[in-house]
T-cell receptor, first 110, second 117 residues
Framework: GQNIDQPTEMTATEGAIVQINCTYQ??????LFWYQQHAGEAPTFLSY????GLEEKGRFSSFLSRSKGYSYLLLKELQMKDSASYLC???????????FGKGTKLSVIP | GAVVSQHPSWVICKSGTSVKIECRSL??????MFWYRQFPKQSLMLMAT?????????EQGVEKDKFLINHASLTLSTLTVTSAHPEDSSFYIC?????????????FGPGTRLTVL
């Protein structure tokens, strides 16, 4: 089975940097995804990590440590529009299904 | 990028009626489509996985006779909620994956909000 844990809520200031952590336990691993979801909308893909290390994509970066069962999403130069829920999702061994964490609701304040 | 549409975007129905939700991949062929359900302030829960031309695989606890899934073509999957009840009110989201094999990115539809009165 799979278990994913991430903080429920976070608040950060516009222009700042915020790190959203995700820890997981899984019997098999094929990759870790981060999605952004605004209220009432479907998730949108942000990043995908399959190897250890940092993947950078503009203002967003994602890090993975498979040995520690740990990932984080780093958001730089926060904007008000970044207020959303951020979902960590696992793809298990031999499977293309995704298991989602409960999401972290990020509120960006002026 | 790949686009997935859902129709309708929202629906209100009476208890006991059936509702059909369509999920279409507009610019790619989706070999696999996934159906999720999301209750307020909760994460996405996978309901079922469907491959074109074969029966859907349902997650534990999801009634296959209540949530009928048809993946008749590489661009269309439908979810029918039969004899809907108020507890079925939720946000239903589909996603589509275009290539065979693991770890193919899932492209999400915009979701359908179902309210059962």
């Amino acid at each position: 089975g799979q278990n994913i844990d991430q903080p429920t809520e976070m608040t950060a200031t516009e222009g700042a940097i915020v790190q959203i952590n995700c820890t997981y336990q899984t019997s098999g691993f094929n990759g870790l995804f981060w999605y952004q979801q605004h209220a009432g909308e479907a998730p949108t893909f942000l990043s995908y990590n399959v190897l250890d290390g940092l993947e950078e994509k503009g203002r967003f970066s994602s890090f993975l440590s498979r040995s520690k069962g740990y990932s984080y999403l780093l958001l730089k130069e926060l904007q008000m529009k970044d207020s959303a829920s951020y979902l960590c999702a696992l793809s298990g061994a031999g499977s293309y299904q995704l298991t989602f964490g409960k999401g972290t609701k990020l509120s960006v304040i002026p | 990028g790949a686009v997935v549409s859902q129709h309708p975007s929202w629906v209100i129905c009476k208890s006991g009626t059936s509702v059909k939700i369509e999920c279409r991949s507009l610019d790619f062929q989706a070999t696999t489509m996934f159906w999720y359900r999301q209750f307020p302030k909760q994460s996405l829960m996978l309901m079922a996985t469907s491959n074109e031309g074969s029966k859907a695989t349902y997650e534990q606890g999801v009634e296959k006779d209540k949530f009928l899934i048809n993946h008749a073509s590489l661009t269309l999957s439908t979810l029918t909620v039969t004899s809907a009840h108020p507890e079925d009110s939720s946000f239903y989201i589909c996603s589509a994956s275009g290539l065979a094999g693991v770890n193919d990115e899932q492209f999400f539809g915009p979701g359908t909000r179902l309210t059962v009165l």
